[in-house]
């Protein structure tokens, strides 16, 4: 992964990474390897029809079907893990069932693989191991990850996507390093399924995925939500992560009521009702309020936070005239 340690998405010094463990520094169990001996030492080849597998989890064909949807490659093929178990004298399959399981699809008639294998007394041990690799001794990447990646690699949907962030003053976060900020690297971050759904409000749309055509719209509509948002004195003090659901609701607003998007700005009478929400109030609290009144409906928490922030407006002499029924034919 990163060449630094971060501890909170910022950089440490690597030597004293231990400090940062508390009281919880690891034990050594077995020194990690240092020498190429050492680790190419771990593979053997060991017949097929030897390799046995206890309680291991099932290979559907989905998760096969998503590893291969790229097509497959073997540089990119890593050898099953087994284990030995001395005291019953049989070889288990702990870790990459589905790595055996395309193995086998292209050699069919192969009698020997090979693995990476160890030794150990007990079943017991057999068990631990299983639930290390493949519980608790591995990190996913996360979706924000993912997506800077894809976007390096020129995938036409993230690039798409990266123009509409860019214009809407957001970036995506995936890495310390450079180049790890996506969109605009000196706006806000956001969720990268946030973005998608904001770039695709901001086009009227629910569905989909945003595409080049969209980022007019994005810094039309998209980036005057953000605005709004990030001028709160208590998103300015924290700087953290917009609020998906609730920047997603201010992108609704703006596309379907121009009178909301002309008040946006500063000292705009939407941006100062907005801000006066929030003066002596947490965000959280609010949004549960707006959400709440707008319906709560399931699997669609911003359109409900926007009709609940519509029916408070009306309470507003400057916007006694709106009605929900822009916003429902475009998000309900």
């Known amino acids: 992964m990163s060449n630094q340690i971060t501890s909170g998405g910022k950089p440490i010094n690597p030597r004293n990474l231990w400090d940062y463990f508390g009281t919880t520094k690891p034990s050594v169990k077995n020194p990690l390897p240092i020498t190429l001996q050492e680790i190419t030492g771990r593979y053997r080849v060991v017949n097929v029809s030897s390799l046995g597998s206890r309680i291991n989890r099932d290979t559907e064909v989905k998760h096969l079907k998503k590893i291969t949807k790229n097509g497959i490659d073997g540089d990119n093929w890593y050898p099953p893990r087994v284990v030995y178990i001395r005291s019953i004298r049989k070889l288990y399959l702990y870790d990459g069932d589905h790595s055996l399981h395309l193995w086998k699809q292209m050699h069919p008639d192969a009698t020997e693989i090979v693995v990476e294998y160890r030794e150990v007394d007990a079943i017991e041990e057999y068990h631990k191991l299983f639930v290390h690799y493949n519980l608790e001794g591995r990190t996913s990447i996360s979706a924000e990850t993912g997506f800077v990646h894809r976007y390096y690699a020129r995938e036409t949907k993230q690039v798409d996507l990266a123009a509409c962030m860019s214009v809407a003053g957001v970036y995506v976060y995936g890495s310390n390093e450079s180049g790890g900020r996506v969109g605009d690297p000196l ?4 969720k990268v399924n946030a973005a998608k759904k904001c770039a695709l409000y901001a086009s009227g749309r629910k569905s ?3 595409t080049s055509a969209d980022v007019q719209n994005s810094k039309a509509f998209f980036a005057p939500a953000v605005g709004v948002y990030d001028s709160l004195k208590c998103f300015v003090s924290s700087k953290a992560t917009l609020k ?3 920047v997603g609701a201010l992108v609704q607003l703006m596309r379907a009521y121009p009178s909301i998007l002309a008040s946006a700005g500063p000292q705009g009478d939407f941006r100062l009702w907005f ?11 609010e949004v549960s309020k707006w959400k709440t009144s707008g319906g709560n409906i399931h699997n669609k928490a911003e359109y409900s936070i926007a009709k609940g922030i519509v029916l408070d407006l009306q309470g507003n002499p400057n916007f006694s005239g709106i009605t929900a029924a822009k916003l429902d034919k475009l998000f309900a």
């Open 244 to 246: 998906s659901e609730l």
């Open 187 to 190: 706006g806000c971050k956001i």
């Open 208 to 210: 989909g995925d945003p």
């Open 275 to 285: 801000h006066n929400k929030f003066a002596h109030s947490e965000i959280n609290h």
